[in-house]
């Protein structure tokens, strides 16, 4: 029988996670750890378009934004990459991904901000540059993205993050490569990752969610109405979690999820699997919410709070 959340042994080398203390509830740490602004120091982004899946008939080609930040030449490619995939609804400006992007950029690593399909830019540009919605069963796009960085920029050490829905889409093809994982992928990290979508999408349409159901449902009608003027034949009907494939993951992965989230849940097949592969840390917390985890700061010390993102860099930097 596997444990309930929160019961599982917490791994050692890994700072336990207080919520601060007017955010000890999963819904205010969700909407506050999603919307407080962090600081933005990174330099300029390199824009670079990815073709992740290639013209077919009279479909178009479909290409991913990437917001690229480089640590200089000529210890570029040396230096740990981490590719950052947002949410549900989110893009490569979502504060989770700025904040963990100014931390790693300040430690030194390559940061790329992945946008899934149609995310990114302004004025909708990009959804007149894939005939598709993004969706859970695309992690061949981050796949395509990470290989087209190690062949350009010859990159040694690669991590993904995701949160969310792009933390069931790193898991996912971490599960998908199995063994096969090219040999510059070092680590996967997901946080609040969606990766039991029918459990989560259950808990989406309790009463007490309904909230966060109307922000994600009015946010994707209004995409959807866009990409059915510009592309009105195309449809995509397939989705994919990442739990089906959890036992094959051979890189270290870790995965954080508080147990007050709103709507993610793990169910207990789902639990048995992470327990028994020795590749995954399960990070599991009282508080938290949603991709939030708001901690409280500390002056003395430059901590900003954000306890995600700093245990996240800890992982990437420990397996670099």
């Not at 040396?78 to 893009?91: F, K, N």
């Not at 100014?102 to 540009?125: F, P, S, T």
């Not at 991709?291 to 500390?298: I, K, T």
Request: charged content about 20%; some cysteine.
């Amino acid at each position: 029988m596997p444990d309930p959340c929160g019961t599982a042994p917490w791994p050692e080398g890994y700072p336990e996670f207080h919520p601060r203390p007017w955010l000890a509830n999963g819904h205010l740490q969700t909407i506050f750890g999603n919307f407080l602004p962090r600081p933005d120091h990174l330099p300029a982004p390199t824009r670079q378009l990815i073709t992740v899946a290639p013209a077919h008939g009279s479909q178009i080609a479909s290409q991913v934004l990437c917001e690229c930040h480089w640590q200089p030449l000529p210890d570029r490619s040396s230096r740990p990459t981490a590719i950052i995939v947002h949410g549900l609804e989110g893009s490569s400006r979502s504060q989770y991904v700025i904040g963990n992007a100014n931390k790693l950029w300040r430690a030194g690593c390559n940061v790329v901000r992945m946008n899934m399909r149609n995310c990114g830019g302004r004025d909708y540009e990009m959804a007149r540059l894939t005939p598709t919605l993004y969706h859970s069963g695309l992690s061949t796009d981050v796949d395509r993205v990470m290989r087209f960085f190690i062949e350009t920029e010859g990159l040694a050490s690669i991590s993904l993050i995701g949160y969310s829905m792009g933390g069931n889409l790193v898991l996912k093809l971490a599960g998908d490569l199995a063994l096969t994982a090219p040999p510059e992928l070092r680590s996967v990290i997901a946080v609040s990752p969606a990766a039991d979508l029918a459990a989560s999408a259950d808990a989406l349409h309790e009463w007490q969610n309904r909230l966060y159901e109307r922000k994600f449902l009015r946010a994707l009608l209004k995409r959807f109405r866009r990409k059915t003027v510009l592309f009105p034949r195309a449809f995509d009907p397939q989705r994919a979690a990442a739990a089906r494939v959890l036992h094959s993951i051979a890189v270290p992965t870790l995965l954080l999820h508080a147990c007050d989230d709103p709507f993610i849940r793990f169910n207990a097949e789902t639990r048995a699997t992470i327990a028994a592969n020795p590749h995954i840390t399960l990070l599991e917390t009282e508080h938290g919410g949603h991709c939030a985890f708001v901690a409280p700061r500390d002056r003395t010390n430059g901590y900003d709070g954000y306890w995600a993102e700093h245990t996240a860099m800890r992982f990437l930097l420990a397996h670099s």
